[in-house]
């Protein structure tokens, strides 16, 4: 069986205020005709409608193991006739991560990298937390970035294998954006 999560998170800005300070980054940047794939929607689906309330600048592919939060994104999208062609999300367990399904990704949040790797996740062949990163290295060019966030709970073992790749040559340290780490692929 998928290990599913099985909640419906609500947008929480004091306990988990990344996808809130992601958006607020797209915006001071002007970052424009990029496309993010972002782990974890939640079920506020906030980065796609904040990208789509600003006439779509991006292109953003959202990825939910909560089958709540994805039936609230099939109602989003019926409700919002437009909203489908900038803002998908995937249902599924991010440790399946396959690049030969993904677009060539410009940004990724993987704000919620270490928390939701359990051993129920072995028994399908689940990627660990650094393959993940990897696997989604490579559907970058490189100059891609990938965010952390340092409000997780498992922040410092995130921080801990981005800086391994840094150690190896595979991604560059940014400057941080309120909770927010940056890195860029090399
Ligand atoms: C705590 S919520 C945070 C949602 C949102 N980023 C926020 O900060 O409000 C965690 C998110 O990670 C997703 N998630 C949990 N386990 C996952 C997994 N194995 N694969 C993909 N997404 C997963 C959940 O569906 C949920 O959207």
Redesign the pocket.
């Known amino acids: 069986m998928l290990?599913i999560?099985d909640?419906n998170?609500?947008?929480?800005v004091e306990q988990?205020?990344?996808?809130v300070h992601f958006v607020e980054w797209l915006e001071e940047r002007g970052i424009k005709g990029k496309t993010v794939f972002?782990?974890?929607?939640?079920?506020?689906h906030?980065i796609g409608l904040a990208n789509h309330a600003k006439g779509t600048p991006n292109d953003i592919l959202g990825?939910?193991?909560?089958p709540k939060?994805f039936d609230d994104f099939v109602k989003l999208a019926i409700e919002h006739a437009e909203l489908s062609r900038h803002y998908q999300v995937l249902f599924?367990?991010?440790?399946l991560l396959n690049p030969k399904l993904l677009p060539k990704i410009d940004i990724a949040?993987l704000?919620?990298l270490c928390?939701?790797?359990g051993d129920s996740?072995d028994k399908y062949g689940g990627l660990t937390d650094a393959e993940v990163v990897d696997k989604t290295l490579e559907t970058m060019p490189k100059g891609g970035l990938v965010s952390l966030?340092t409000g997780s709970f498992a922040g410092d073992k995130a921080t801990g294998i981005a800086m391994a790749a840094v150690s190896a040559g595979k991604l560059k340290r940014l400057p941080d954006y309120k909770s927010l780490q940056f890195y860029e692929k090399v």
């Open positions: 290990q999560w909640v998170w609500f947008l929480d988990c205020p990344c996808d972002h782990f974890g929607t939640g079920g506020h906030h990825i939910t193991a909560s939060e599924g367990d991010i440790y949040t704000f919620h928390e939701f790797r996740q966030f």
